[in-house]
């Protein structure tokens, strides 16, 4: 592709606004050195359908931060190389979601995000305070970030904001700060995830950093539930939300599926616990008489949800008749067993932690343990490594209530 309506394409966001009209000329050079015109009429947003062997069309962007918390720079050697690469791509946000920290970007680059409204954007924000935001990520650009905000607000932006919270570092009145700053940004900054740092055993030569405890965890989320309550009433929302983590941590009990105000962050494990038991609900309300299933089945989960998956399971039973069902911890040795959360099992903790078992019909594991669109683990186990190993069928299954019946109702 050469140019669109004589404008030459730089990379998929010029692709998006460039191809937004009812007539555009496409220009394409082919490999015989032929230059071909298209002459295209189509609805005004309507996509041309063109994919791309490379989806930016463009490098991504590293980030150049050497964040105090960086969950990359706590991987061990000899995972594969693609797991060690860090974006910092707004263009990635834009796409994908990921979030970034804007530390890596020029003022032409932030216009264009302007100009093209590139919008919504995550936000890697940690903390407000610029001083405390350079010594964070270890860049001397990181203490621009509320003037960013500003103009994205100034230009009708809209913005997702996450806070990777830190004991002693950005908790407590930098947190305060933070999220009076954040809210007076609202409706442009529209919500704001807090969730815990994230440590595994691979921190030689990294800064020390205290895990949260029960008692940390409730002293944070105490602070984030006056601060909604306070927001609610000034804006009408509760702008900030606690990941499920902080909760499992603090023994807390876990929101309401209506308290989310539709999941802004559900993907940064922001009431994925809620949203997941309201949709086992409804799903089981749909079954009117029991279905008989000799079956046995394990799931397979993260320490985090253990106690939670166990509630989920006793509610299945209650549906099904002869029906097996065992709720299986994996406990992260890879990682270290402060990492808890199922995304991050590898194959091999799962293979370990499952060996004893014999005669199940299948193992049902969250599809969020696999690389997207794969059957790939973290350590490049594959699902069918580990049902050779096991000799018993593995069943991945998208983080959804309604999914996760559908298993049992067709009885796989």
Not at 271 to 291: C, H
Request: proline share 3%.
């Amino acid at each position: 592709m050469l140019s669109i309506n004589g404008n030459k394409v730089k990379d998929i966001i010029d692709y998006k606004f460039l191809i937004t009209d009812e007539y555009i000329e496409v220009e394409i050079e082919r490999k015989d050195g032929q230059v071909w015109v298209f002459e295209i009429e189509k609805e005004y947003d309507e996509d041309l359908g063109i994919e791309f062997t490379n989806p930016l069309i463009d490098k991504a962007k590293s980030c150049r931060n050497k964040c105090i918390f960086c969950f990359i720079d706590q991987l061990p050697k000899g995972m594969r190389e693609t797991l060690y690469f860090k974006d910092d791509d707004s263009r990635l946000s834009f796409l994908q979601g990921n979030f970034i920290t804007f530390t890596n970007m020029s003022d032409e680059e932030i216009e264009r995000i302007i100009k093209y409204r590139i919008s919504p954007i995550n936000v890697s924000v940690h903390t407000t305070n610029p001083d405390l935001r350079i010594r964070m990520l270890k860049n001397k650009n990181a203490g621009k970030i509320m003037t960013i905000l500003k103009r994205f607000k100034e230009a009708g932006l809209k913005v997702n904001c996450q806070i990777v919270l830190i004991k002693n570092v950005n908790d407590g009145i930098e947190l305060e700060r933070t999220l009076n700053d954040l809210s007076s940004l609202y409706p442009s900054v529209s919500s704001v995830a807090v969730v815990p740092v994230g440590l595994t055993k691979y921190r030689e030569d990294l800064p020390k950093i205290d895990p949260f405890n029960k008692e940390s965890a409730s002293k944070v989320l105490n602070q984030i539930i006056r601060k909604q309550n306070e927001l609610l009433k000034k804006i009408g929302t509760r702008f900030v939300f606690a990941s499920d983590e902080f909760y499992v941590m603090a023994n807390y009990p876990i929101p309401q599926y209506h308290e989310y105000e539709g999941f802004p962050q559900i993907e940064n494990g922001v009431g994925l616990i809620s949203n997941f038991e309201y949709e086992v609900d409804k799903e089981l309300k749909n079954i009117n008489n029991t279905i008989d299933l000799k079956k046995s089945y394990i799931i397979a989960t993260g320490t985090l949800a253990y106690n939670f998956m166990l509630r989920i399971k006793d509610k299945i039973l209650s549906k099904f008749n002869n029906l097996k069902l065992e709720v299986i911890p994996i406990e992260n040795k890879f990682f270290g067993k402060l990492i808890t959360v199922s995304g991050l099992i590898t194959g091999q903790d799962l293979l370990n932690s499952l060996a004893k078992y014999k005669n199940i019909d299948g193992i049902i594991i969250p599809k969020n343990m696999l690389r997207k669109d794969t059957e790939v683990f973290l350590d490049d186990l594959t699902v069918s490594d580990i049902e050779n190993h096991l000799n018993i069928k593995i069943i991945p299954v998208e983080v959804s209530g309604k999914e996760l019946i559908n298993i049992f109702k067709r009885g796989e």
